[in-house]
């Protein structure tokens, strides 16, 4: 084996988002031919099971701590403590995974560097009405910097593709779907009974499933609401909700407020997302915006029906698992939505789907690499 390829992943924080897990998924299967390490520009929300995780992978993990009198004096001094850190260590790569237009200032202080091969790859597709305000002109130019300064250009489907590049640039684009493992997901009933029994979930209990960053982005209020309307039809409803973020005071106040506390199981971290997936009988995914959102695949992949906003792609969609639902609409017509949907016959057949769609974690990592080596 020849000597491995040094690549520095660029990140704001690692925490139980989609983002982290493909890159772990990324790291494990590359590791024979690729030494990861991770700078963070906002270390400090991170959390630490998965700071120890890609740790354990033998990823070095650098926090990179900067601040100003104003928000131009913070970026000025991102930049050089960013700089100096890259002129004290040499990468082959540096890969940034992003979904923020002013991300291009990290790939530019990497060119300056000299480090030959800077990755842009879009992880989400946000929405103007929903997403970071800008003006069209700001915005367009932090594009064309992007471009300029980024030697590749990737993403994981072609919305997020259109959210954080040009259209002038999109020939550039190399599309890679976020990967899973799929042997993780297959469907196991004796697990789902045992996390059911463990939760306190009856047998005909509804349980329904969220699992993202408790922020804005995912509309976790919203499901909130969802849930209220759909307990005056189904009182045996439940929510699992797995995560943690910003909004996670406003959630607790907003559970107590509709008084859901019986009703909502909130997991603020875990790493048995395949048992509470199995556990789980409707995945319910309220998102203002995404990219291709990890948990969706990981959802489908284990045979849980799904119902989503219609602001989400339909790129990663298994036949007959999706069901969406307008953002505009009332929590009571996402509540009957719910209700329409039926159990999956044979929950453990839907992994095999996975790999016929292109979603297999070693294709996409055979894609990222040939994208390090120029292939």
Known sequence: ???????????????????SAVEYEWIKSLRNRVAYDYVLLDPDKSVPEKLQAVKDLGCQVYPLRYQGASSLASHRNREKVLRDFLNQHHYDVVHIDTDLLSRYDVAKVARQCGVKKVIIHSHNAMRSVHGIQKLPGVARLERHLIAKYATDLAACSKEAANWLFNPQDQGRVRIIHNGIDKDHYVFSDSRRQ??????????????????????????????????????????????????SGEKEK????????????????LVLATDQIPDYLFAMDVFVMPSLYEGLPMTLLEAQTTGLPCVISQSISSEMDFPGMIHRQE????????????????????????????????YDNRESAEQVYQMYIGG
């Open 327 to 358: 953002l505009t609409a009332p929590a009571e017509e996402w509540a009957e939505t719910i209700l329409e949907v039926k159990p999956v016959s044979d929950r453990q057949a839907e992994a095999a789907v996975l790999t016929e769609i292109g």
């Open 1 to 19: 084996m020849g000597q491995k390829l040094h690549v520095l992943f660029v990140r704001g924080m690692l925490y139980y988002d989609g983002v």
């Open 194 to 243: 045992a996390l059911r029994k463990q939760l306190g979930v009856g047998p005909d209990d509804l349980v329904l499933g969220n699992i993202g960053r408790l922020a804005d982005q995912k509309n976790q209020l919203f499901l909130l609401d969802i849930l209220a309307a759909l307990l005056k039809k189904q009182p045996k409803a439940k929510l699992v909700l797995i995560g």
């Open 250 to 265: 406003e959630i607790r106040e907003k559970i107590a407020s509709l008084k859901l506390t019986d009703q909502v199981i």
